[in-house]
């Protein structure tokens, strides 16, 4: 089991940046990284993710050159640095411990319950 604790969000201005910040229990071991964001009435969309134990790195298309993910896998953490913020990335943003494959991420069940960002125009 993983606990996940998401921090980091807030209000930002268009254009703007903010750095998320994922606390894990314990070191996520084989399990891939990833962050995904909802809006009301909208499915769970990918955002970024990243091999634990690996440089790799997978990007929606939507925030590809503007988002990066990373980790410190000593303190069991995971970042998403947002830059140039859109008000189309308003949503609460969530971590998640599961796998990237066939071009997809799949999230297994243990999910933070997500920090807000709210990007103004």
């Known amino acids: 089991q993983v606990q996940l604790v998401e921090s980091g969000g807030g209000l930002v201005q268009a254009g703007g940046s903010l750095t998320l910040s994922c606390a894990a229990s314990r070191t996520f071991g084989s399990y891939d990284v990833a962050w995904l964001r909802q809006v009301p009435g909208k499915e769970r969309e990918f955002v970024a993710a990243s091999r634990w134990s690996q440089t790799t790195t997978y990007y929606a298309d939507s925030v590809k050159g503007r988002f990066t993910i990373s980790r410190d896998n000593a303190k069991n953490m995971v970042y998403l640095q947002m830059n140039s913020l859109k008000p189309e990335d308003t949503a609460v943003y969530y971590c998640?411990?599961?796998?990237?494959?066939?071009?997809?991420?799949?999230?297994?069940?243990?999910w933070g319950t997500g920090t807000q960002v709210t990007v103004s125009s």
């Open positions: 998640n411990a599961g796998h990237y494959y066939s071009n997809s991420f799949h999230p297994s069940d243990y």
